[in-house]
């Protein structure tokens, strides 16, 4: 089945791959094809119908960050699936004068967003801020309490720490641009579901794709497993580069669990250097 899905269909679609991928269902087109597996997810008729359109192109994405998974073993995908779009392909450049006015779109489009059930617990939706041409993004996980009453991310104590970091770098917060996989509070501070994560990543990527920054930092594990793709311990993944929609990325410790266990911050800092390597930086003299 090769037709194509309204936008609002395909991200129904996908947030739904996504949280049985993260609970380690990879061999979805062969499950999705039985009506009996599909029925326990969905009732959509029309959702379902176009299922397997989007399975194949989130397959496509799956084997370098699942190089040991089932798909091994999974059925060869259908010929259709070579003239499929790749979704998360990074959009054309955007010129850098445009890119202020391209985040506003986004943030736009995402509106009042009541696409997963965090909306119900927030006071502010936390979109992101920074500089839309900084070279350097941070990626975090989501709002805190400060960060939901004030609407911008990093902004308690998690946030002073994350300050100091940058300011080690010898850059200036408002010269990076920061955000979060989700946008809305999580109830009691707990880790997003796959299906929130997964609905509200799409925004972060388009963010991504406009600023189209040289290095991207994961901070912590939630951002590091939505930006690559697939979960790895944090310590397989810190001290050497990977790749995520066209920058460089390096995963380090989130600024609130460096405040529990200060003695990593040691750690953290060879990340940052990592990252000012590539960029070229130097820290300042002090
Ligand atoms: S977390 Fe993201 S997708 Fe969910 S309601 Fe908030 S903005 Fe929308």
Same mark, same amino acid.
């Given at each position: 089945?090769?037709?194509?899905?309204?936008?609002?269909?395909?991200?129904?679609?996908?947030?739904?791959?996504?949280?049985?991928?993260?609970?380690?269902?990879?061999?979805?087109?062969?499950?999705?094809?039985?009506?009996?597996?599909?029925?326990?997810?969905?009732?959509?008729?029309?959702?379902?119908?176009?299922?397997?359109?989007?399975?194949?192109?989130?397959?496509?994405?799956?084997?370098?960050?699942?190089?040991?998974?089932?798909?091994?073993?999974?059925?060869?995908?259908?010929?259709?699936?070579?003239?499929?779009?790749?979704?998360?392909?990074?959009?054309?450049?955007?010129?850098?004068?445009?890119? @202020?006015?391209?985040?506003? %779109?986004?943030?736009?489009? +995402? #509106?009042?967003?009541?696409?997963? /059930?965090?909306?119900? !617990? *927030?006071?502010?939706?936390?979109?992101?801020?920074?500089?839309?041409?900084?070279?350097?993004?941070?990626?975090?996980?989501?709002?805190?309490?400060?960060?939901?009453?004030?609407?911008?991310?990093?902004?308690?104590?998690?946030?002073?720490?994350?300050?100091?970091?940058?300011?080690?770098?010898?850059?200036?917060?408002?010269?990076?641009?920061?955000?979060?996989?989700?946008?809305?509070?999580?109830?009691?501070?707990?880790?997003?579901?796959?299906?929130?994560?997964?609905?509200?990543?799409?925004?972060?990527?388009?963010?991504?794709?406009?600023?189209?920054?040289?290095?991207?930092? @994961?901070?912590?594990?939630? %951002?590091?497993?939505?930006? +690559? #793709?697939?979960?790895?311990?944090? /310590?397989?993944?810190? !001290? *050497?580069?990977?790749?995520?929609?066209?920058?460089?990325?390096?995963?380090?410790?989130?600024?609130?669990?460096?405040?529990?266990?200060?003695?990593?911050?040691?750690?953290?800092?060879?990340?940052?250097?990592?990252?000012?390597?590539?960029?070229?930086?130097?820290?300042?003299?002090?």
């Amino acid at each position: 089945m090769t037709q194509r899905l309204s936008p609002e269909t395909e991200q129904a679609v996908r947030a739904r791959i996504g949280y049985f991928r993260d609970l380690g269902v990879f061999d979805f087109y062969r499950r999705a094809v039985n009506p009996s597996f599909v029925t326990v997810s969905d009732t959509d008729s029309a959702v379902i119908a176009a299922i397997d359109t989007v399975t194949v192109t989130v397959r496509e994405e799956i084997p370098a960050a699942h190089p040991d998974s089932a798909l091994e073993n999974a059925p060869p995908m259908p010929r259709a699936a070579a003239s499929l779009p790749v979704l998360t392909e990074p959009a054309k450049s955007i010129a850098p004068k445009d890119r @202020a006015a391209a985040i506003k %779109a986004i943030s736009d489009d +995402l #509106g009042n967003c009541t696409r997963c /059930a965090l909306h119900k !617990g *927030r006071h502010t939706i936390v979109f992101g801020d920074g500089d839309p041409n900084a070279r350097l993004m941070f990626v975090g996980e989501g709002p805190g309490a400060d960060e939901d009453a004030q609407g911008l991310p990093f902004v308690g104590r998690a946030g002073q720490l994350l300050n100091n970091m940058i300011a080690a770098m010898g850059l200036r917060r408002d010269r990076v641009y920061i955000a979060n996989i989700v946008k809305c509070r999580p109830p009691q501070n707990r880790v997003p579901e796959p299906i929130e994560a997964n609905t509200c990543a799409p925004f972060l990527f388009r963010q991504i794709d406009v600023i189209q920054p040289e290095v991207l930092v @994961a901070l912590g594990a939630t %951002a590091a497993t939505y930006l +690559l #793709g697939g979960k790895n311990p944090l /310590a397989a993944l810190r !001290g *050497r580069i990977h790749h995520a929609r066209g920058a460089k990325l390096i995963v380090t410790y989130h600024p609130a669990y460096l405040l529990r266990d200060p003695r990593q911050k040691k750690e953290a800092w060879a990340d940052l250097q990592l990252a000012m390597a590539e960029l070229g930086l130097k820290a300042p003299a002090k």
